[in-house]
């Protein structure tokens, strides 16, 4: 006994020292003092001209509608228009079409034709400013001062500044789109623009291309760019999204540091329709199971039991950059998956943030049943949205759906057109590589790192016609920032524009630097 024992203590002592030894020579990135700030992260100046093209833009409300039936051109029309008249010398210099009317595509030549040009993305539709109020009949543009307007009263009392305002005060341009993502447009044009009246020339070619409808899915707009690039055989070095941030210090739970995040993937999505049959008729004599009940049923199941969590290689090679930074058990669990891995799942899965990029998520998200409170629907009908982390297929996804639905009379429907999830670019590109040595120079203290962007992009669509899609968009945000996406009292800080003009310059002048 005393043996058996004596060889257990023995042997936990053992699989303790190797986890510790683990833990201490685990690849983690090391991680830096503070760099002292570059020459261009302290001495960045911005012109007045730039700041007032860009605000000039907010003041346009590019509203898209998913009913494109009810889609207000108008507005989008008249932001073609201003491009063009604040812009004059692109248009000149570079070549400019359109895609489906309002997609628009701007090529800048290089002086390489042998070597495959780079794409830039943005989009120039906003979500509205709120939840109530008629956006579409608000009439525009508006200049910083403008009093709200009948229609948008409620909206824009939420927030400081009128929502299409493009108001410059204390430091911030404030307005819908400031950050999503009239503000990488922007930053492109000023950027390409300076290098223009300098008389720089890219070494390979440079597309700029804007959807406006990437908030309402851009079918009509990225969708048909994407598809007119791979019918024209033009195949991409790299593309460039929005998708990731610099996330500042504090912002990420358990992330001792600033983290710069460029998504090299994207997760699908499924939002499936769920009608649930049962008895209708009066409440006074329900039967014993009421459709809305199974539904009930049906939604616990599927909370309760959800897709199987995994690590994937792109969040692996996240925590391997970001452990460093980490609390020793953290550090410890990632070390140790071949003993830990259940540990780490379950730290993992209790956050809804850190579960999102390990699981594809369930989320119940409509619900519609009875119209009187005493009669029994004799259909009752839930939608829920999966987001699919790569590796799962919306195959698998459906099969769950449908062993939650076992012992029950359902209709399964798509609410929406699904999409698988993207591919995962790799990190050993040249594109990957430009991103990560330009953010050095203006976050010096960031550490670089690929992530899985949780939301849907316009980036999605151009796998076609590139191997290298990338997210990233070179803002330096905490999380209340982050927060005004999408939300009231959305700005970004004339410092993070013009950072973003500077890391785009530096983007078209370096590319092809060693």
Not at 180 to 201: P, T
Not at 368 to 373: L, P, T, V
Not at 426 to 452: E, H, N, W
């Amino acid at each position: 006994m005393w043996r058996l024992i004596g060889g257990i203590l023995l042997l936990a002592l053992i699989v303790a020292i190797i986890v510790v030894v683990k833990t201490f020579t685990y690849p983690f990135t090391p991680v830096a003092k503070t760099a002292p700030a570059s020459a261009d992260a302290t001495t960045l100046r911005i012109e007045d001209i730039s700041l007032q093209r860009f605000a000039g833009g907010i003041q346009i409300p590019t509203v898209s509608n998913a009913d494109y039936t009810h889609f207000n051109y108008q507005p989008f029309d008249s932001f073609m228009v201003y491009l063009r008249q604040v812009y004059p010398l692109l248009y000149e210099k570079l070549e400019y079409y359109t895609i489906n009317q309002r997609g628009m595509v701007f090529h800048w030549k290089g002086s390489n034709a042998a070597l495959k040009p780079v794409l830039f993305l943005s989009h120039y539709d906003v979500v509205p400013p709120g939840n109530s109020g008629d956006v579409d009949s608000v009439p525009g543009p508006f200049k910083p001062g403008d009093q709200a307007l009948p229609p948008i009263n409620a909206i824009a009392q939420a927030w400081d500044h009128f929502p299409f305002s493009g108001a410059v005060e204390h430091g911030r341009v404030y307005g819908r789109g400031t950050l999503d993502m009239k503000n990488m447009l922007f930053a492109l044009l000023e950027a390409c623009e300076k290098l223009v009246k300098e008389g720089f020339k890219p070494s390979r070619d440079i597309y700029f291309a804007f959807g406006f409808d990437e908030e309402v899915g851009g079918t009509q707009g990225a969708q048909l760019i994407a598809d007119d690039f791979k019918q024209k055989g033009i195949r991409f070095d790299a593309v460039y999204d929005e998708g990731g941030i610099v996330s500042t210090k504090g912002s990420l739970t358990g992330i001792d540091a600033t983290v710069a995040l460029i998504g090299c993937a994207e997760k699908g999505f499924w939002s499936a329709r769920v009608k649930v049959k049962g008895l209708g008729g009066h409440s006074s004599m329900p039967p014993l199971e009421t459709a809305i009940g199974k539904a009930a049923v049906i939604m616990q199941r599927l909370e309760k039991d959800q897709m199987k969590p995994m690590v994937i290689p792109v969040i692996d090679q996240f925590f391997t950059n970001v452990g460093g930074t980490m609390s020793f058990t953290s550090r410890m669990a990632i070390a140790n998956q071949w003993l830990l891995k259940g540990v780490l799942m379950r730290s993992l899965t209790k956050s809804h943030t850190t579960n999102a990029l390990v699981r594809t998520t369930t989320a119940l998200t409509m619900l519609k049943g009875s119209d009187a409170s005493n009669v029994l629907a004799p259909e009752v009908e839930f939608v829920v949205n999966f987001r699919l982390l790569p590796g799962n297929k919306v195959a698998d996804v459906r099969k769950h759906l449908e062993n939650a639905c076992k012992g029950y009379e359902v209709t399964i429907e798509d609410y929406s057109p699904p999409r698988e999830a993207s591919g995962i670019s790799s990190i050993a590109s040249q594109g990957y590589t430009v991103m990560k040595r330009t953010i050095g120079k203006l976050f010096p203290d960031a550490l670089v790192t690929p992530y899985l962007t949780i939301g849907g992009t316009d980036a999605y669509k151009y796998e076609q016609v590139s191997d290298h899609v990338y997210r990233f968009s070179p803002v330096a945000i905490n999380n209340f920032e982050q927060q005004t996406i999408h939300n009231n009292n959305e700005y970004i800080s004339v410092t993070n524009f013009a950072r973003m003009i500077r890391y785009y310059e530096l983007m078209f002048r370096e590319y092809d630097q060693p």
